[in-house]
């Protein structure tokens, strides 16, 4: 017995060598509703496995060792994870996590891009499937209005002079917006996260249908390398995909996140997402993304400047939400240190969320 788990052993650390430990030099941990995520910073080819027992999830890595910055960072705890012990096994190092609930296990390596030095390892906790409870479809007499905000977890988004990371100011906005939606009658806002935590491109997309929404809108920040480019914007979704090369290269950085974020999970579920896209009105939703779009700058020229005075037409992939008019909306330049700073006060905030809030009642009025 002991004999063949060193075969084991040695056939899936083969190739790590016993003198040079491999460094791993952070740990993250997300929690969202749906899953823990766990994204630990390595160097190249690193040997681990991942096993589970009952409530147990036992990482092995071969040949690791932690940085003394690094160690404090593992021994995270949440609504799964109930605690980590770590264990050194001769050449292995052990990361046993207790969780607290029925869960699924996944892992995978991502190699770095332009936002990430190191490959990552990552390490997904999500809660058991439970079996779907078939609500009767009640009829909707209030307008859902779904906020995206945008990117989050280890998508950071854009990063200002000053260091602000789009995705908090995103999320303090899309709070801000929701909580005025639901004081008004005849609202109810859905974000689409709560937190700062990953969600995929067509999961934000599923949470607006899923909910039944009236309107998408994805809030985000803008940035280029020129620190002067200041004032908001408004995208809607083209056939044709991005029209001016400065929305295509706008598209391209907004799709490609979903590598920062980890994986876009696409299953057989999204192909028959990509082909009912497809099948719905198009014209219409556009017509009316565009008005709200319209709307939205309006308002938005009350409190700031314009970078584009007209809606723009983008194909991100959250835009593709059938038959839901939907807008993307860069608030500001978080690239110019002035519009950084406004993005960062919160009474700003609230200017723009109040700015977006009476576009919204406009295009229903
Ligand atoms: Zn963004």
Known sequence: MRLKLFLITL????????????????????????????????????????TNH??????????????????????YQDMRIKHTKLKRKLQAMHLLFTIRKGYRVKSYMLKPNSKYTYHRLVIDIYDEDKKPIKKPIKKIAQKIILIDAGHGGEDPGATGYFQTKEKHITLAIAKKLANKLNKTRGFKARLSRKGDYYVGLTKRIRIAQANHASLFISIHADSVKHTSAKGASVYTLSELG????FAKRLERSQNTTDQFGGKEEMTKGDKYLNKILWDFSRKDRDIQSKKLGRLILQQMQKI???????????????????????????TAFISNPQEEKRLNNKKEQDKIATAIYHAILNYYK
């Open 54 to 75: 009952a409530n147990k999830i036992d990482l092995t890595i071969q040949n690791a060792k932690l940085l003394r910055t690094t160690y404090d960072k593992v021994f």
């Open 304 to 330: 700031g400047p314009l970078h584009k005075k007209r809606p723009q037409k983008a194909g991100f992939v959250v835009l593709k939400t059938p038959a839901i008019p939907s807008v993307l909306l860069e």
């Open 11 to 50: 056939l899936l650390f083969g190739t790590a060598s016993a003198k040079e430990k491999m460094m791993l030099y952070d740990f993250r941990f997300w929690t969202s509703p749906e899953r823990t995520r766990i994204v630990i910073d390595t160097e190249k080819d690193i040997q681990y496995r991942v």
């Open 242 to 245: 991005g029209l001016t090369k």
